[in-house]
């Protein structure tokens, strides 16, 4: 079978020819598209560094085959900032401290992006914080990611609101 | 990771013909197998990719006022689906509680019928499992077993079934739709799991080529709709595998028990329907003293098989809980917090 794939990654068309069929999208982004935002941390879908969007939903990218997502639409954290401008979830992990070394903001960042536009977990800090727990901090800024969460999610909907007025 | 030969194939013919070689694995959203071929504990010679298959990703109303779920649906999804989660309220919850956001927005619903073991050394290539290599032994026997079967295992394996899902679904008759060479035939969740006995490697009835194309649950199923839970223990708060889950479905008429689902997760090698316990609820008062007979009749037969002795009292208590908070109701919110058994319970403190 024909390896080679189409892939949208942050809005640009990338066709890549894989030598072998175990790439997983998370090595494809980093070794082959130089996309080295997307952090590998264990590997195996347990601690969220590798979370990027699949055609608007966070996913494990290290448990995702690259060439069993062909023409997918990848959003990675190189992809949410327009030029300087930060993004709402970004300039919200800055503003409350939402990490110490930074190893695992990537993901968190996508996963929180994520999370808002999954609507489900509203304003509670309870539910933000399970809504996140597949997203590990070893530095242990929980605190603060769940507050720029919050905030990030506050912001996002006054922006909707005033674009829609 | 071993190589393998990728194929994708367009009809669900093509792709039975193409998995019934032998070495042959189906691949849908790959969070359990991928995770299992790093580690090489799963070495298939060829990966049969599902995700395009036309059709498996449906959840629709069958004529007779049941539901038909796609094997292509995803976890988060079908949680979601306002219709599921309002008639099947201990799915949605089971649902939830199981993994991250993230798998749940990859991981299948056919996939997760087929989800293996967590058993540490089923993982560990370099420990003997006669579930990963038959006949070679099990050093969970003898190892950290804390967490392991407390019901249906055999000396030849002790290894737990970790679905969140299937515990719900087998209480409420969930029957699974399979096209294989031979065509279509229809088996009862309940029996499409296997217990240990001599050949822990065999989990459950399928053949070569078998794929699990849909899930149905019965119009018979709604009527607990007002009163069903999930609740499931972790050693912490949330993204972890059960210590024991429990789903408890009622059926209440003027505090009298017309009907009743239970079964337990996280016990045994399947997912346990407590039957008998059943029994001992229907006709009874939805009271406390009903909910621990039940409990003690669902774990009558349980016995330790490595330090999880602590897993059989639990059970029970976990039993009463459930029951006690399906018969308070189905809160209006489902899940009512996943991440925190402790915040919805009367009488415990949050």
């Known amino acids: ?165 | 990771m071993k190589n393998f030969e990728y194929v994708r194939p367009s009809t669900v013919p093509d792709a039975i013909a193409a998995a019934a070689a032998p070495g042959a694995a189906y691949l849908a959203s790959g969070t359990n197998l991928l995770d299992l071929m790093k580690g090489g504990i799963t070495r298939p010679d060829r990966l049969v990719d599902v995700t395009r298959l036309p059709g498996l990703d449906r959840i629709e109303r069958t004529a007779d006022g049941g539901i038909r779920i796609g094997a292509l649906v995803r976890n988060s999804d079908l949680a979601h689906d306002p219709d599921f989660a309002r008639s099947y309220p201990a799915v949605a919850e089971a649902l939830l509680s199981g993994a991250s956001a993230q798998l749940r927005n990859a991981a299948t619903v056919g996939g997760n019928l087929l989800q293996r073991t967590r058993c540490g050394y089923f993982y560990d290539t370099a420990s003997a499992c006669n579930k990963r290599e038959p006949g070679t032994g099990c050093d969970a026997r003898n190892g950290e077993n804390r967490l392991h079967a407390v019901l249906g295992w055999s000396e030849a394996c002790i290894a737990t079934n970790p679905s969140d899902f299937c515990v719900p679904l087998v209480a409420l008759d969930a029957v699974v739709e399979i096209e294989g060479r031979s065509g279509r035939r229809e088996v009862a969740l309940e029996a499409l799991h296997c217990l240990p006995g001599d050949t822990p490697e065999r989990e459950s009835l399928l053949e070569p080529g078998d794929l699990i194309v849909a899930l149905r649950l019965p119009a018979e199923a709604r009527a607990f709709s007002a009163h069903a839970r999930y609740l499931k223990i972790r050693e912490r708060t949330s993204y972890a595998f059960a210590v024991v889950s429990a789903a408890a479905c009622l059926w209440v008429e003027a505090g009298k028990i017309r009907d009743a689902r239970l079964a337990l997760g996280g016990v045994a090698a399947k997912p346990w329907r407590a039957h008998a316990a059943e029994k001992v609820l229907v006709g009874a008062n939805a009271d406390a003293s009903a909910f621990r007979r039940a409990a003690e009749v669902a774990l009558a037969d349980a016995k330790p098989s490595g330090d999880n002795l602590f897993k059989i009292e639990l059970a029970k208590r976990i039993i009463v809980r459930t029951l006690t908070l399906a018969a308070a109701g189905t809160p209006a919110r489902i899940p009512a917090l996943p991440a925190s058994p402790f915040a919805s319970v009367s009488g415990v403190p949050a």
């Not at chain 1, 448990?63 to 327009?82: F, M, N, Q």
């Not at chain 1, 070893?138 to 005033?162: F, K, P, S």
């Open chain 1, 1 to 165: 079978m024909n390896l080679s794939i189409s892939l949208t990654v942050n809005g640009v068309r990338r066709d890549v020819e894989l030598s072998d069929p175990r790439v997983t999208l998370l090595d494809l982004l980093r070794e082959r598209l130089d996309l080295t935002g997307t952090k590998k941390g264990c590997d195996r879908g347990q601690c969220g560094a590798c979370t990027v969007l699949i055609d608007g939903r966070r996913i494990n990218s290290c448990l995702a085959l690259a060439v069993s997502h062909d023409g997918a639409d990848i959003l990675t954290i190189e992809g949410v900032a327009r030029g300087d401008q930060l993004h709402p979830v970004q300039a919200a992990f800055i503003a409350h401290d939402g990490f110490q070394c930074g190893f695992c903001t990537p993901g968190q960042i996508m996963s929180a992006i994520g999370l808002i536009g999954e609507a489900q977990a509203g304003n509670d800090p309870e539910r933000i914080r399970e809504c996140m727990s597949g997203n590990l901090c070893r530095c242990g800024a929980y605190a603060g990611i769940t507050e720029a969460v919050l905030d990030a999610q506050q912001t996002l909907a006054t922006a909707n609101q005033r674009r829609s007025a």
